[in-house]
């Protein structure tokens, strides 16, 4: 058996959802102790819970230690074997972090996959469901893999809501990722959506979203999408994406929509002036397909967070690959370049 201290690194949920992931699809036997250790409240959350359930119908076999706040958890995984059926992670917890875990393996599974989800698509400390759509898939798919994503309806904290229709066809052959130059930024595009909140939340982001970006010499088309009788949940953020860069920021109580708009179009800014070819958090989600895939990858990141480090620890435990790791320093800054050899 194969022991992770959940602890390691950014020692949060990540651990988990790669660890049980990469578990499955090798076969290993895994415990996780000390799980979320460096969280405020330790331990598996409702979401986890959910994510390491919906390995469990993909791939069998034993757990123990699945219940909520539990520090411990083992597994011990049996064939992988596609399903069809629901999945309700109750109130907003995060759609984007439960199929990190679920989708690599069900591209290993021996049919296909269809899974409607219910919980929050746009909600903090998470990617939200436009970067899966726009940035996140399309990097699968030049990789050789065809999910489609379908969002019914969003949810938002606290109340959740959304859903999401997710089909995972199994896999023939990873490709490796390489993208030798930054993708080219002519226009911007992006989705300002908001749901029981008046119509003008959203056109207030995409507006200043589009100020700021003209301001630095970018083109940008961003569309709105407005529910403004919503029994579901209320909510408002905005995405915005060029190639394999993205920028993002959701509303909160007090937080004018300007502010949203200004803060997204500055987090996709700060990617695009650097010499990366794919963004941070793009970045620390291929490691583990790029480790499965046949052939070499490449990703250039203008930083290494936490999080890209951990995935990188993590998926060296349970597969026989090597990775290279070196800095780069450019006329516009350092950027970290990434190998999968």
């Given at each position: 058996?194969?022991?992770?201290?959940?602890?390691?690194?950014?020692?949060?949920?990540?651990?988990?959802?790669?660890?049980?992931?990469?578990?499955?699809?090798?076969?290993?036997?895994?415990?996780?102790?000390?799980?979320?250790?460096?969280?405020?409240?330790?331990?598996?959350?409702?979401?986890?819970?959910h994510a390491v359930k919906a390995v469990?119908?993909?791939?069998?076999?034993?757990?123990?230690?699945?219940?909520?706040?539990?520090?411990?958890?083992?597994?011990?995984?049996?064939?992988?074997?596609?399903?069809?059926?629901?999945?309700?992670?109750?109130?907003?917890?995060?759609?984007?972090?439960?199929?990190?875990?679920?989708?690599?393996?069900?591209?290993?599974?021996?049919?296909?996959?269809?899974?409607?989800?219910?919980?929050?698509?746009?909600?903090?400390?998470?990617?939200?469901?436009?970067?899966?759509?726009?940035?996140?898939?399309?990097?699968?798919?030049?990789?050789?893999?065809?999910?489609?994503?379908?969002?019914?309806?969003?949810?938002?904290?606290?109340?959740?809501?959304?859903?999401?229709?997710?089909?995972?066809?199994?896999?023939?052959?990873?490709?490796?990722?390489?993208?030798?130059?930054?993708?080219?930024?002519?226009?911007?595009?992006?989705?300002?959506?908001?749901?029981?909140?008046?119509?003008?939340?959203?056109?207030?982001?995409?507006?200043?979203?589009?100020?700021?970006?003209?301001?630095?010499?970018?083109?940008?088309?961003?569309?709105?999408?407005?529910?403004?009788?919503?029994?579901?949940?209320?909510?408002?953020?905005?995405?915005?994406?060029?190639?394999?860069?993205?920028?993002?920021?959701?509303?909160?109580?007090?937080?004018?929509?300007?502010?949203?708009?200004?803060?997204?179009?500055?987090?996709?800014?700060?990617?695009?002036?650097?010499?990366?070819?794919?963004?941070?958090?793009?970045?620390?989600?291929?490691?583990?397909?790029?480790?499965?895939?046949?052939?070499?990858?490449?990703?250039?990141?203008?930083?290494?967070?936490?999080?890209?480090?951990?995935?990188?620890?993590?998926?060296?435990?349970?597969?026989?690959?090597?990775?290279?790791?070196?800095?780069?320093?450019?006329?516009?800054?350092?950027?970290?370049?990434?190998?999968?050899?």
């Amino acid at each position: 058996m194969l022991h992770i201290d959940g602890s390691v690194g950014e020692g949060g949920g990540q651990i988990i959802r790669t660890a049980i992931a990469l578990a499955a699809i090798t076969g290993t036997e895994v415990e996780i102790t000390n799980i979320r250790a460096n969280r405020p409240k330790p331990g598996l959350s409702a979401q986890h819970l959910h994510a390491v359930k919906a390995v469990e119908r993909l791939a069998g076999g034993q757990t123990e230690g699945l219940a909520l706040r539990s520090t411990r958890l083992s597994f011990a995984p049996g064939p992988l074997t596609g399903f069809e059926g629901t999945i309700d992670i109750g109130t907003a917890g995060s759609i984007t972090l439960l199929l990190q875990c679920l989708i690599p393996v069900a591209l290993c599974a021996d049919r296909a996959t269809q899974v409607r989800i219910t919980g929050g698509t746009d909600v903090a400390w998470s990617p939200p469901i436009d970067f899966y759509t726009q940035v996140f898939l399309p990097a699968l798919k030049e990789m050789g893999c065809a999910v489609h994503l379908d969002v019914r309806q969003r949810g938002y904290y606290p109340k959740g809501g959304g859903v999401v229709d997710v089909t995972v066809p199994p896999m023939k052959q990873l490709k490796g990722f390489v993208l030798q130059e930054p993708e080219p930024d002519d226009v911007i595009r992006g989705i300002s959506h908001s749901c029981g909140l008046p119509a003008h939340v959203a056109e207030r982001q995409a507006n200043a979203a589009s100020r700021l970006l003209r301001a630095d010499g970018y083109h940008s088309a961003i569309k709105t999408e407005i529910v403004e009788k919503s029994t579901w949940t209320t909510g408002c953020g905005i995405t915005l994406w060029c190639g394999y860069k993205s920028g993002s920021a959701l509303g909160e109580r007090g937080k004018r929509a300007e502010v949203v708009g200004e803060e997204a179009a500055r987090n996709l800014i700060t990617e695009l002036q650097s010499n990366a070819t794919v963004d941070v958090h793009l970045a620390d989600q291929l490691v583990p397909y790029t480790a499965l895939a046949d052939g070499p990858s490449e990703l250039r990141v203008r930083t290494m967070t936490k999080h890209l480090e951990t995935n990188v620890y993590i998926t060296l435990q349970f597969l026989d690959v090597a990775f290279e790791i070196e800095e780069e320093i450019t006329k516009e800054g350092a950027v970290f370049v990434i190998r999968k050899l």
